[in-house]
């Protein structure tokens, strides 16, 4: 791999990580209503996961050139992150934020799966590792190229993790003894959760819809 190349990548993906969006506000939900906000982070890293297989089998690709598919996945996306939101701002209230009980096994696994929706099922992560992956990929290094891709791939998740885990950690030592401000937070994010998901499902339905009509 073109040790070049490798270093704009991380100077690029590094600054994508470090942009403020839905999983920043996860991140950050996360880190105040739970007592361990490793499941949440995981499962950001295990939807980015997901994204590095579908580039390196060729599916990503694929998807994105299908007509119309990439614009369904927006709107699933789009209908996840409200009812995220909407599930964020309905608790924000009860939130006992870091309390000494262990959560459950299941409660964990549930994160773990609310996290990896969030970023797996983000049809912009899925354009992230189509538009911007092959660009910093050599045909005439010595690896192939799949596996260029898969180790771009895994290094953006690995930035993203390093990142997020810094995120929650950050707001449960900042807010952790603010009650009042971290219910704040915690309301902030499912807002924003749900005005980016407004924001996508206005930008990619009403088109969807009007093709569908018009094929009809």
Same mark, same amino acid.
């Given at each position: 791999?073109?040790?070049?190349?490798?270093?704009?990548?991380?100077?690029?993906?590094?600054?994508?990580?470090?942009?403020?969006?839905?999983?920043?506000?996860?991140?950050?939900?996360?880190?105040?209503?739970?007592?361990?906000?490793? $499941?949440?982070?995981?499962?950001?890293?295990?939807?980015?996961?997901?994204?590095?297989?579908?580039?390196?089998?060729?599916?990503?690709?694929?998807?994105?050139?299908? $007509?119309?598919?990439?614009?369904?996945?927006?709107?699933?996306?789009?209908?996840?992150?409200?009812?995220?939101?909407?599930?964020? @701002?309905?608790?924000?209230?009860?939130?006992?934020? =870091?309390?000494?009980?262990?959560?459950?096994?299941?409660?964990?696994?549930?994160?773990?799966?609310?996290?990896?929706?969030?970023?797996? @099922?983000?049809?912009?992560? !899925?354009?992230?590792?189509?538009? !911007?992956?092959?660009?910093?990929?050599?045909?005439?290094?010595?690896?192939?190229? $799949?596996?260029?891709?898969?180790?771009? #791939?895994?290094?953006?998740?690995?930035?993203? #993790?390093?990142?997020?885990?810094?995120?929650?950690?950050?707001?449960?030592?900042?807010?952790?003894?603010?009650?009042?401000?971290?219910?704040?937070?915690?309301?902030?994010?499912?807002? @924003?959760?749900?005005?980016?998901?407004?924001?996508?499902?206005?930008?990619?339905?009403?088109?969807?819809? =009007?093709?569908?009509?018009?094929?009809?």
């Amino acid at each position: 791999m073109n040790p070049q190349l490798f270093l704009a990548f991380l100077l690029v993906a590094g600054a994508l990580a470090c942009t403020p969006g839905v999983d920043w506000a996860y991140s950050i939900s996360a880190g105040l209503k739970q007592r361990s906000f490793v $499941p949440a982070v995981a499962g950001l890293c295990g939807g980015y996961v997901l994204h590095t297989v579908l580039l390196v089998a060729g599916l990503a690709a694929l998807l994105t050139g299908v $007509p119309g598919m990439l614009g369904w996945l927006t709107v699933a996306g789009a209908a996840y992150l409200l009812w995220l939101g909407l599930t964020t @701002i309905r608790t924000w209230r009860g939130a006992s934020f =870091g309390g000494a009980e262990v959560p459950a096994p299941a409660n964990q696994f549930r994160t773990f799966l609310q996290g990896m929706g969030t970023s797996g @099922i983000n049809p912009k992560g !899925l354009l992230f590792y189509v538009a !911007l992956v092959p660009q910093f990929v050599s045909p005439e290094a010595s690896l192939p190229v $799949p596996v260029q891709s898969g180790l771009l #791939g895994l290094t953006f998740v690995l930035l993203a #993790g390093m990142v997020y885990s810094a995120v929650a950690l950050l707001a449960r030592r900042l807010l952790h003894s603010r009650p009042g401000a971290a219910r704040k937070v915690t309301l902030a994010s499912g807002i @924003i959760m749900v005005a980016l998901g407004t924001v996508l499902l206005s930008e990619q339905l009403v088109p969807l819809l =009007g093709q569908a009509l018009s094929r009809g």
